[in-house]
Every structure is written in structure tokens, then in C-alpha cells.
């Protein structure tokens, strides 16, 4: 589920601004579960741009209260989604939490630092979602827990058609703000890149996991 194509397109103009989003076709990336992507994705980078920052995280708040209505915390997801998530709580005026990716080796060996009732209506923040496989983790997490997950939003998704299963299946409905549609949509528009290397940035599209095998 995303948001309006203005602020898709917004959102896809800063990240390349920026270069959070970075564009190889023809020297391609390899992600940590061993794909191969023309696309790399680092939304972390928008933190040092106050304004982009700061539209980030109106925009994020915003979604939140038309998709979900009135929610008690905000919780971040370890380690991206916290600084994201922490702005976004500031700006509502909620709780914050965050889940980490693993329990704590030492001390409490807390899975989830911060204290606020379960009784509260969550909203989880991610950056960035690819399959949803640690988006997910994070929203069992606080369900084990004892929390109400009402959703999950972040900054950018690449439509995979198994994120939208998985969110589906874990019955989490999720919104972002801008997506690889709208991306490719914006550097074609604006030639950012050749045609050409639109073509192959559609063809991973297709099949992500085994392009360029």
C-alpha cells in the first residue's frame, strides 16, 4: 500500500538527490542474502539533510494518522527504522520503543528496549522493506509480546511481490512513502539514466533473486 504519487515522487527525487538510492545497472550490487541488484538503498543518508529529514518525517507522520487512526507508540526496528522512528514519535507526541534484531546477549537480555503498556495501539517503523523478512521479525516480536500492531510504515519499498505476501500473511498492512514504480517512473521522466538501463532496472524487477545469475 502507498501513499499519493505526489510525495511518492517527492520522496524519489530527494532519495536520488541524495544518493541514498544509487542506480548500477551495468555494476551491480550484492545484498547480504546474495541477490545481485542494479539498485542500492540507504535511507540512513536522509538523516544529515534537515530538510529532507524533516519531510520524511511529517510525511510519515501523516500516513500514519490517515492509515491507522489513533495509535499509542511508535516502535522502531533495530537499526534503521530507530532514528526514523524516534523523529516520528517526537513529531506525534507518542511513546517510543524499538526491537532489536536479537535479544540482548547480557544484562536484561531485552528484545525490546522501552517501557509503554501493551494495551496501546503500535505502529512499527521500518527504512526500507525488500521481502518484509525483518519488518516481520520485529512485528512478531511485539506481538509475542503482548502489543497491538496496527501496522507498519516506512520510507520506501521495492514491490516485491513477496513482501506483499508476507505482510499478508502475517495480517500486517503496511504503507509507504514512495516505492520502485514511482523511482523508475521519476528517473525516466527526468533521464536520470538512459533508456536502456531503465529496461534492465525493470527486467530485476521481474525476478530479483535470480537476476544476473
Known amino acids: 500500500m502507498f501513499t499519493n504519487s505526489e510525495t511518492e515522487q517527492q520522496v524519489a527525487e530527494f532519495l536520488l538527490q541524495i544518493k541514498a538510492i544509487k542506480l548500477q545497472p551495468n555494476n551491480p550490487f550484492t545484498w547480504a542474502s546474495g541477490w545481485k541488484s542494479p539498485i542500492y538503498c540507504d535511507n540512513r543518508i536522509t538523516l544529515s539533510f534537515p530538510t529532507i529529514r524533516t519531510y520524511i518525517r511529517q510525511q510519515l ?5 490517515e492509515k491507522f487512526g489513533a495509535v499509542g ?3 522502531g526496528v533495530a537499526t534503521a527504522g530507530i ?8 513529531e506525534l507526541g507518542l511513546p517510543f520503543i524499538y526491537v532489536r534484531a536479537k535479544a540482548k546477549e547480557h544484562g536484561t537480555g531485552s528484545l525490546i528496549e522501552g517501557e509503554i503498556s501493551t494495551d496501546k495501539r503500535v505502529v512499527v517503523i521500518e527504512d526500507l522493506i525488500s521481502t518484509g523478512k525483518s519488518s516481520l521479525q520485529a512485528v512478531a516480536a511485539l506481538r509475542d509480546a503482548g502489543y497491538n500492531v496496527a501496522g507498519l510504515a516506512a520510507i520506501f519499498s521495492y514491490g516485491f511481490d513477496l513482501a506483499e505476501e508476507n505482510f499478508k500473511n502475517a495480517k500486517c498492512p503496511f504503507v509507504t512513502l514512495s516505492n520502485y514504480s514511482a523511482l523508475l517512473k521519476y528517473a525516466e521522466e527526468k533521464q536520470y539514466i538512459s533508456e536502456s538501463d531503465i529496461a534492465v532496472l525493470k527486467k530485476w524487477r521481474e525476478e530479483p533473486s535470480t537476476w544476473g545469475q
Do not use: E, F, R, T
Open 83 to 90: 532514528p526514523q522512528g524516534a523523529l516520528v514519535a517526537q
Open 73 to 75: 507508540c511508535i516502535a
Open 61 to 65: 507522520s501523516s500516513v500514519i494518522q
